[in-house]
């Protein structure tokens, strides 16, 4: 098993940054490829962010390319998403979740083994 522990959500003004930050336990951090998926009021859980297991390979979802960016540090077990020029519309909540399958990444959450709790990210207009 995997826990992931998600945090740094909050409220921001639109055009503002927040970093996210997600802890992992449980297993080798570095045998997961980890993504960040979000989910509005409403809505369906949309993909944001994937990182294959050394984070050399990262990709976006089109709504955020260029404001986000995700990272990781595997001596720490954390993974990140550093986002910027935030929209009222990327207000949502945000879930890290891990897998350990073949591909270095996976924009499907039905790919994801494991994922957090959430955290909230409000953003003013």
């Known amino acids: 098993q995997v826990q992931l522990v998600e945090s740094g959500g909050g409220l921001v003004q639109a055009g503002g940054s927040l970093r996210l930050s997600c802890v992992a336990s449980?297993?080798?951090?570095?045998?997961?490829?980890m993504g960040w998926f979000r989910q509005a009021p409403g809505k369906e859980r949309e993909f944001v962010a994937a990182?294959?297991?050394?984070?050399?390979?990262?990709y976006y979802g089109d709504s955020v390319k260029g404001r986000f960016t995700i990272s990781r540090d595997n001596a720490k077990n954390t993974l990140y998403l550093q986002m910027n020029s935030l929209k009222p519309e990327d207000a949502a909540v945000y879930y890290c979740?891990?897998?350990?399958?073949?591909?270095?990444?996976?924009?499907?959450?039905?790919?994801?083994?494991?994922w957090g709790q959430g955290t909230q990210v409000t953003v003013s207009s």
């Open positions: 449980g297993r080798t951090f570095s045998n997961y490829a």
């Open positions: 979740a891990a897998h350990n399958k073949g591909r270095p990444y996976y924009t499907n959450e039905g790919a994801y083994d494991y």
């Open positions: 990182i294959s297991w050394i984070g050399g390979t990262t």
